[in-house]
């Protein structure tokens, strides 16, 4: 099906053509329409057309008004001020548009108009490490992002940039083949588990290559090895892959993040185009040797000396930077997955590197005019006391412990809860699931993405307040009316006048699309969260002031039911773009 014009849209043109038929000489005009607390819209746009044309606002925006047709879309216009136009809608077009909604699946919500490539580096774990509370926000944002831009009708290509290159898998290699049983496992193996083993073994490994020159030597000599390619170095070092892919996957299917093997290409995936990189800037003056290494610089960033910062592509030592690594991506990122955007959702603590990183491909001819490259640079999650979210201990919180209070926390709530729909333990443990993961994801994703965030549970999981619980609440009562209406069914019905609630939560309601097209072009999920709280406190009021099972007549009990019923299939899309679950039942 097509997609449905908004109201707003609707409007817009209306004005829009009438302006232009009051005014000729003005051409195309804008109206300068939004919405507001003095009628359903506003038009400002003939103040600025008549200082321009030297005339009269005033008599400019009464010629509009001549030439507005009435009737189906505009129930009432009034003149106010110095030329602003006051407009109210009429119910019969709401519920219209309402319905044209509702018989689509996608709620009328077109597909972007020019859809392109992205690829979009997030979700960046390290091989052989724990997944602390720092890997949340770039897991949960990508997600979301990917969600959003899928829908649009946008082509995306997941990349997973995970940590599984470096000096450390020489001391790990190393110990692994002189303790060469450390990663057996007797049958199917637990993320748990292999995290565990992990653990033990990078622990020995780094006691013992503290402890002892000589396993510092062997260990160093095995980096060289692994980076020449070596097969028994190489089959070793992908164990360590493989085992940190089962507990990856194991806290990534806890947060209800899809993660597939071949969306990972981790820094190991970009080796052989390193030196070509260097070779490329170098010859292109791009890149200079400084002190034997090879940097690139910047007029605008310098040390603390006040000597210039360079971004170091290749050490003196002939390693390979990050800068390197990042350089080779956005070669094959655009080179070979044609890609028009590149989409990073990496802490904001390195927006200085990737500021050099985008400004070098610029110069080197890698990132072009019709390739942007985009750093979703992300806040840092705090402890209820406004600092890094720590243990009492002081170290890093691990990820899966944090998700795990969310869940336990949040199903106690749902046990209380449940008693009167005789839910059994399995389904009381699947909905806390449900909402514990939703209420961790939603309190990121309610929040500027550049914005740093306290973690506190008790709000977290509270059925008050701009939570994801809330949110889940409406959908799922919303399923009770419908369930409990009998042999009542959703059905519009323009030719009922509106109440007050059932305007505010229908005029609502037309703006999803709206609302969903601007969070695509900013990358702003918070937007999309801002809108799906504000439905769900329109549904509550909505609720309160208008019965819906026992109104009036029998048409009015289905067009309250038409407007719950898409309120529910909205809230339902919207917080499924944000990857959280809505229950049938809380």
Known sequence: MASVPSLASSLHQR???????????????DPL???SDRADFQAN??????KKLKGNPRELAAKVVEGLPAGDL?????????????ITITDK???ETLAARAADDRLGVPFAEHPGTTVIDYAQPNVAKEMHVGHLRNSVIGDAVVRILEFSGETVVRRHHIGDWGTQFGMLIQYLIEHPHELDHKGEVSGEEAMSSLNRLYKASRTLFDSDEEFKARARRRVVDLQAGDEETLALWQRFVDES????????DKLDVAIRDEDIVGESGYNHMLAETCRLLEESGVAVRSNGALCVFFDDVKGPDGNPSPLIVQKSDGGFGYAATDLSAIR???GNLKADTLLYVVDARQSLHFKMVFETARRAGWLTGEVKAVQLGFGTVLGKDGKPFKTREGETVRLVDLLDEAIDRATAVVREKSEKLGLTEEEIAERGTQVGIGAVKYADLSTSVSRDYKFD??????????TSVYLQYAYARIQSILRKAGEARPAAHPELALAPAERALGMHLDQFGENLAEVRTSYEPHKLAGYLYQLASHLTTFYDQCPVLKADTPQQVENRLFLCDLTARTLRQGMGLLGIRTPEQL
């Open 332 to 334: 094959d990122r655009v």
């Open 15 to 29: 004005i829009a053509d009438a302006l232009s038929a009051a005014l000729p000489e003005a051409g195309t005009a």
């Open 245 to 252: 892919k089962i507990y990856f996957y194991s806290v990534f």
């Open 93 to 95: 077009a709401i519920v």
């Open 45 to 50: 746009g003939m103040l600025a057309l008549a």
């Open 33 to 35: 329409l939004r919405r």
């Open 457 to 466: 549970l008790d709000q977290m999981v509270s059925l008050n307040g701009d």
């Open 74 to 86: 505009i129930q009432d216009v009034e003149v106010s001020g110095p030329g602003f136009l006051n």
